[in-house]
């Protein structure tokens, strides 16, 4: 199993949702967060803007799924044909365990 963690520009959330949920991927934890990436944040005069409002999005999936997932998340965040700065970035992490609190049943 994989946790796959996808920080995201908001305003493309519902794209991406929309697209893991027709993919077959339809568990996906939401939360709001604020941070920055290599660029520091965003200059607009003499300002610097670098809590940037982001979207985290976390599932984890089976480790045959991960690529599929990925691709899924790049495609539907990016921006533009190439992408741009503050499309994101996707970290993908092992998962040993996982439970279902209601069941007690292992896996996912």
Same mark, same amino acid.
């Given at each position: 199993?994989?946790?796959? =963690? @996808?920080?995201? !520009?908001? *305003?493309?959330?519902? @794209?991406?949702?929309?697209? $893991? $949920?027709? #993919?077959?991927?339809?568990?996906?934890? &939401?939360?709001?967060?604020?941070? !920055?990436? =290599?660029?520091?944040?965003?200059?607009?005069?003499?300002?610097? %803007?670098?809590?940037?409002? &982001?979207?985290?999005?976390?599932?984890?999936? +089976?480790?045959?799924?991960?690529?599929? #997932?990925?691709?899924?998340?790049?495609?539907? #965040? =990016? /921006? +533009? *044909?190439?992408?741009?700065?503050?499309?994101? !970035?996707?970290?993908?992490?092992?998962?040993?365990? @996982? %439970? /279902?609190?209601?069941?007690? &049943? #292992?896996?996912?």
């Amino acid at each position: 199993m994989q946790l796959i =963690r @996808a920080i995201i !520009r908001p *305003e493309k959330v519902p @794209a991406v949702m929309k697209e $893991l $949920l027709s #993919a077959g991927f339809p568990a996906i934890t &939401k939360m709001s967060v604020f941070g !920055r990436g =290599r660029q520091m944040g965003v200059k607009v005069g003499d300002v610097v %803007y670098d809590e940037i409002p &982001k979207e985290l999005l976390l599932l984890v999936v +089976g480790d045959e799924d991960s690529e599929d #997932a990925i691709k899924v998340i790049m495609d539907s #965040a =990016r /921006t +533009g *044909e190439s992408g741009n700065f503050g499309d994101g !970035r996707i970290f993908v992490s092992p998962v040993e365990e @996982a %439970y /279902t609190v209601s069941t007690g &049943k #292992a896996g996912l």
